[in-house]
């Protein structure tokens, strides 16, 4: 809340099984920093993403938490994206809950499947808790497209299947390394319950 501190948290890029949760007191005055690790399941780094027509592979930037947390009523909400954990040479997008309490993830999980790769994922929650991610998504038979998930607040842990705002419409190698996902976002609506989501897929060859 304004005048009272704020929180950032900080993800491997590489593998790890915690994330670092920073808060920041009583900013205004007397700042001051504290960190807490927050064990978590492990995750790996997001590889390199392929794409239909091969080519150089699509940065990912290994599993750095690209978008801000969202912290709401006593929990921090974030998401980014991972090395899959049951086919290694893919990538999913994660997004996990802490406790501000406790300092304790309550809810993780991924979503993500053989043969595909999640990249840059970042999420809201709105006021009644109900989440949304966004990410870009390829494969071996898919260009790089603009996508998003959902979870309602009352649903057992886990996103719902990933939906397309806009398939990829072309293999994108414009220079090595192939850069992504530099003007990714989303956000909540000053009206808490619609959220407007930027998300970059490929309109045509590079």
């Known amino acids: 809340t304004p005048g009272n501190g704020g929180y950032f948290l900080w993800s491997n890029s590489g593998a790890g099984n915690y994330y670092i949760l920073y808060k920041i007191f009583d900013p205004l005055t007397s700042p001051r920093l504290r ?3 927050v064990p978590s399941q492990n ?3 997001a590889p390199d993403a392929n794409q239909l027509g091969g080519g150089t ?3 990912a930037i290994g599993s750095w938490m690209y978008g801000a947390p969202i ?8 998401a980014h994206s991972i090395r899959n954990s049951s086919y290694s040479s893919n990538s999913s997008a994660k997004y996990f809950i802490v406790d501000l309490n406790t300092n304790q993830i309550t809810e993780q999980a991924e979503l993500g499947a053989q043969g595909y790769y999640y990249l ?8 009644d808790h109900n989440i949304a991610v966004t990410f870009s998504r390829s494969a071996d038979t898919e260009y790089i497209g603009a996508f998003y998930s959902t979870k309602h607040a009352s649903s057992p842990p886990g ?3 990933s939906l397309h705002f806009k ?4 293999n994108y190698v414009p220079g090595n390394p192939n850069r992504w996902g530099d003007y990714m976002g989303i956000y909540l609506d000053p009206n808490n ?9 490929a309109s045509s060859v590079n």
């Not at 912290?71 to 974030?78: F, I, T």
């Open 35 to 37: 960190a807490i690790n």
């Open 43 to 45: 995750y790996g780094g």
């Open 57 to 59: 592979l699509i940065s």
């Open 71 to 78: 912290a709401r009523d006593g929990l921090l909400y974030a």
């Open 120 to 127: 840059y994922s970042t999420l809201t929650v709105d006021q």
């Open 159 to 161: 996103l719902a299947p």
């Open 167 to 170: 398939e990829g419409l072309g």
């Open 193 to 201: 319950y619609d959220i407007w989501m930027l998300t970059e897929y």
